[in-house]
Structure formats: structure tokens, C-alpha cells
């Protein structure tokens, strides 16, 4: 029973010290870690957009869109100002999403200011795929932020762009050229059926 006591003393000793010299090892990589990582940027970092450069006009805008690609829509929006707090933004954007019967989904788009607000629905099919849905969004969210921009010195550098459908041009008619059938349609159909039997 002696050398048990003896040998516990000695054991928590031997125990004690392991683990301090345990714990002073990984408070000094802790120390290093948080030196280092305060020294140099991370290479992931995105420059903060949260504030506007001195005499830009921009309008500041925070798009709540768990939908949209991020760099995509920093990158199509260059008009506007996107911003990190919601706080700080002059219209706000909230996309939301509602799957349709159809198997589709239904995105609305509110945009929120201290002036106005507006909405935008969007329907898109089954089969569409996230680039078609991306850019859908993207077009629908700059169309909304039209209203809001009225007034910004920005609207001077925009330009409108209007594509018709390609199964919707026509050549002329739709611009007063006289039609001579009256948008007459004709259509001629033929069938036939033969029957025999052995």
C-alpha cells in the first residue's frame, strides 16, 4: 500500500508537467497562427463595397437572394453600389422562392426603400437550368431597380436594349405595311384511312 502512495504523487507530477508543456505548445502556435493571420490578407477576402467612393453617385443596394450566384450578380449589377449591411443600403432586395405545380418555381422580388417599394414575379419551368436562372433573375432584379434609379446621375450612362422573341418578327406588317390577306390565316389539312382485310 506504501508504493502506491509513493508512485500517485510521482504519477500526477509526471502528468501535470506532460501537460503543461502540452498546453504551452499549443498556446504558441495559437500565438504564431493569430500573428501571422494578422499580418497578411487573406487571399479570400473580398474588398468591403459597404462604402462608397467620395463624390460616387451609386446607389446602394442589399440583395438578400439566396437564389443568385453572389459574383455573378456583383458582376452584372455594376451600376449599383452592393453593400454588405442592410443598414447602409438606400433599396433593399429580397428574393423568395415558391415551387409551383407544375414542378416550376415562383420567385418574387420585392424591392424596399424608404420612398417606394415594388414587386416582381418571376415563373420559370421545370427544365430550366441555373444559368438560365441566374441570368432571369439578374434581368428582372435590374428591370426593378429602374424606378429607383430615376433622378441618379447614373441613368445618364444606361442604355436600353430591346430583343424581340425570334418567332415574333415579322417583316413589316406589325409597323402599318398593308397586309392584303387581313391576318387571314389559312390552313389545309389532309388525311386518309385504308382498311383491308385477308
Not at 117 to 143: C, P, Q
Not at 147 to 176: D, S
Amino acid at each position: 500500500m506504501s508504493n502506491t502512495s509513493y508512485s500517485l504523487p510521482l504519477l500526477t507530477s509526471a502528468l501535470s508537467q506532460s501537460t503543461a508543456r502540452l498546453a504551452a505548445r499549443a498556446l504558441s502556435v495559437l500565438l504564431f497562427l493569430s500573428v501571422s493571420a494578422s499580418r497578411a490578407p487573406l487571399t479570400a477576402q473580398v474588398p468591403d463595397s459597404t462604402v462608397s467612393a467620395p463624390g460616387s453617385t451609386l446607389l446602394r443596394v442589399f440583395a438578400e437572394c439566396g437564389a443568385c450566384e453572389s459574383d455573378y450578380l456583383r458582376n452584372e449589377l455594376t451600376f449599383v453600389n452592393l453593400v454588405r449591411d442592410r443598414m447602409l443600403a438606400d433599396v433593399h432586395i429580397l428574393v423568395t422562392s415558391l415551387q409551383s405545380g407544375s414542378g416550376g418555381t415562383q420567385y418574387n422580388i420585392e424591392f424596399r426603400s424608404t420612398a417606394r417599394s415594388d414587386t416582381a414575379l418571376v415563373n420559370m419551368r421545370a427544365d430550366v437550368t441555373s444559368i438560365e436562372r441566374r441570368e432571369m433573375l439578374v434581368r428582372a432584379i435590374k428591370v426593378g431597380l429602374l424606378p429607383f434609379l430615376r433622378g441618379n446621375a447614373v441613368m445618364e450612362n444606361l442604355t436600353f436594349v430591346y430583343k424581340p422573341p425570334a418567332a415574333t418578327i415579322t417583316t413589316g406588317t406589325a409597323r402599318g405595311e398593308r397586309d392584303r390577306w387581313k391576318g387571314w390565316v389559312y390552313r389545309i389539312n389532309a388525311g386518309g384511312n385504308i382498311e383491308a382485310d385477308d
